[in-house]
């Protein structure tokens, strides 16, 4: 059904653990090519993406 909520957990960024939202936010924000481990109700899949590469965070940026 479209109406239904799927859960699924990502439990690994390019093979490294994820614990919590902020380990996520550290393994992806670099971008490239990532391997997403993730498991849902009934199945555990291996999801590729290819994400742009970050050239500089914001924090770095200089005002032109």
Do not use: H, M, W
Not at 24 to 40: C, N, P, Q, S, Y
Request: aromatic share 2%.
């Amino acid at each position: 059904s479209l109406n239904a909520v799927a859960a699924v957990t990502i439990n690994a960024v390019n093979d490294a653990p994820v614990r919590s939202a902020a380990d996520f936010d550290k393994l992806v924000r670099g971008g490239g090519e990532l391997r997403l481990a993730v498991e849902g109700k009934t199945r555990k899949r291996l999801v590729r993406l290819k994400l742009p590469v970050a050239t500089s965070s914001p924090a770095t940026q200089t005002a032109q």
